[in-house]
């Protein structure tokens, strides 16, 4: 309130003036401008992905006509077929979910008892394992991609699915064990205890109490390495050169040039299917995303 | 560890944490120290594509780093660097705070169809957004083109914006600035929305302007959420990769290449891993400088936390 108080008044004359207009005019005419404005952000962000759906769904003599339709006139899936039609596109696709889901799970298998051990034993050496967390968070991806190119290489897991998902797997780890810990430090251990003396063993109370409580969190953090691990594309583009059947969704769609030429229908259709997954992720998480992501970024 | 509250009644004592957090320290070891380790070892050496293959690499000291520092090209690359995080960063949260300040005052409904279309652009994948600008940018049939062309600039018919290097990278901060400022304004609206509405009422009552309640009352309190958003877009940014690569691999003659482009360039093209790696290294120190004091409230606030 401070700040209030200490800001000087305007001129009395001003502040006269300000009250005469009517106040539903008044606030008509603060509302026309701000809904316009509104109306031009919504246009800006949501036009190059809806320019993308328009292009995969308009037919290729329509792409290529003179005067561009801003609505497909005569909608058409032909360029989702040759898409799903070309070289390797399930293959891809395959490699890319397998890469995806495998290093998510992973991340999830390794987390989770960490994640409990931060949260609910106190054990020495309980604050260095979570600064080394804090700090693998900020890992610096991108100045790693030459020192893991020559460790595939020297390893034999250069051109290998099994090394991206290694590093993915490593990518999303530290965000996972970190959110995991949050979710649980909101389970009260009361739970657990009263199970305990009811009977069950830790694990059992862990299985039966904590787990179902998890739920939600075990769900937010694997769609979150899910996206993370979907997208990437510096190390699939670096550790897979040679055998090209190992290559991922991103690096492919990023060399649409030589798959589809100039054909920009199918090549908006691939980048359409490309990121469907991400958008029901997103769709599925639509309350988290906010607040899940502000907690996550406030935390580190 | 006396900011626990209380200790967890049941403590397992012995080896069971050690086991709960063992595999988490051995991926990091593996997949992170180690990979970190041999960046900076690598740095030291003579690592050409000899050594790739049969192994028995030299220790030659600084000399790489003497390499990358001596020669002009490294600093242009750093100048540019500079420069790409300034121009993007800056244009992201001057665009991001109206933004999040319109989105605060709209209609429910509006509200929402913003807030629908903001995610929207959040979620699409980097290298969908690659694609898209591509082909909005593209010479013959591009919409952008098109609609120039329309709007009465000729000159504009079959313009081919990735032949030029200022039109490269400025088609490439629209990319960045477009898939950025979603997560700016949404994360500063949200933390708008925890300022008590009525310390804007009273102030208006006051007489202030807009732009005062800004500069007196919302701004002050955001700070440390700007400060953070900023932090985020500048680490975003400076070590932004993919966007460069899958649109100009760092071309037109250099026009867009940033430090991450430059070092993944001289070892992959190159085949100068060495040098790669001192000029990877020297990019990490190089952020690592820029948001020192940021990275320090961040540590403190994270041991509070932990």
């Known amino acids: ?300 | 560890m006396s900011v626990l509250p209380r200790p967890s009644p049941r403590r397992l004592a012995g080896l069971w944490p050690y086991l709960l957090v063992a595999p988490t320290v051995a991926g990091t070891a593996f997949l992170l120290l180690y990979p970190v380790l041999r960046s900076v070892v690598i740095s030291v050496q003579h690592f050409r594509t000899g050594e790739l293959i049969r192994g028995g690499a030299a220790f030659v000291g600084l000399e790489n780093y003497q390499d990358a520092l001596g020669g002009p090209e490294f600093w242009q690359v750093v100048g540019r660097t500079f420069a790409w995080t300034a121009v993007n960063v800056v244009l992201i949260m001057a665009i991001a705070t109206p933004v999040a300040l319109m989105t605060a005052r709209l209609g429910r409904r509006m509200r929402l169809a913003v807030m629908s279309g903001l995610v929207l652009t959040w979620a699409t994948p980097v290298l969908a957004a690659t694609t898209i600008f591509q082909w909005l940018f593209q010479s013959r049939l591009g919409v952008v083109n098109r609609l120039l062309v329309t709007l009465g600039f000729g000159s504009f018919e079959d313009h081919i914006w990735f032949a030029g290097g200022a039109s490269t990278f400025a088609i490439l901060v629209a990319l960045v600035v477009w898939q950025s400022v979603p997560f700016a304004a949404i994360t500063l609206y949200a933390g708008l929305t925890t300022i008590p509405a009525e310390l804007e009422e009273s102030a208006r009552i006051d007489g202030a302007s807009g732009a005062q309640i800004f500069r007196d009352i919302t701004f002050p309190i955001l700070r440390p959420l700007f400060g953070l958003i900023t932090s985020l877009e500048v680490i975003w940014v400076f070590k932004c990769f993919a966007q460069i690569w899958a649109i100009s691999k760092g071309g037109p003659d250099g026009a867009t290449t940033t430090l991450p482009v430059y070092a993944f360039q001289v070892a992959q093209s190159l085949h100068k891993y060495d040098l790669g790696a001192a000029v990877s290294t020297l990019t990490v120190l190089i952020l690592v400088a820029v948001l020192i004091t940021h990275l320090r409230r961040m540590l403190k606030h994270e041991g509070e936390i932990l």
């Open chain 1, 1 to 300: 309130m401070t700040a209030v108080e200490t800001r000087p008044r305007p001129a009395p004359a001003l502040t006269a003036k300000r009250s005469r207009p009517r106040p539903a005019l008044r606030r008509l005419a603060r509302r026309v401008p701000l809904n316009l404005a509104a109306l031009g952000v919504l246009a800006v962000s949501v036009f190059p992905v809806y320019w993308m759906a328009v292009t995969a769904f308009t037919p290729a003599a329509g792409i290529q006509s003179d005067t561009p339709a801003f609505w497909p006139a005569h909608p058409t899936l032909a360029h989702f077929a040759t898409a799903v039609r070309a070289d390797g596109f399930w293959l891809f696709w395959r490699n890319s979910l397998a890469v995806t889901a495998s290093a998510v799970l992973l991340s999830l298998l390794v987390a989770l008892p960490a994640a409990f051990a931060v949260a609910r034993l106190r054990w020495r050496g309980r604050r260095a394992f979570a600064l080394m967390v804090f700090v693998a968070q900020m890992a610096p991806w991108e100045a790693l991609l030459i020192p893991m190119f020559v460790i595939a290489r020297d390893t034999g897991m250069l051109d290998r699915l099994s090394m991206l998902t290694l590093v993915y797997f490593m990518c999303t780890l530290p965000f996972t064990i970190v959110t995991l810990r949050g979710f649980l430090a909101a389970i009260p251990p009361e739970l657990e205890e009263a199970a305990m003396t009811d009977g069950a063993g830790r694990a059992a109370a862990f299985r039966l109490v904590v787990l179902p409580l998890l739920a939600p969190g075990l769900m937010s953090t694997s769609l979150f390495g899910f996206i993370t691990a979907w997208n990437e594309f510096a190390f699939a583009n670096a550790l897979i050169i040679k055998n090209q059947d190992d290559r991922t969704l991103p690096v492919w769609l990023s060399s649409f040039a030589n798959v589809f030429g100039t054909d920009w229908g199918a090549t908006m259709a691939a980048a359409s299917l490309f990121m469907l997954p991400v958008l029901l992720v997103f769709l599925a998480l639509q309350r988290r995303v906010t607040s899940g992501l502000i907690s996550g970024a406030v935390k580190g």
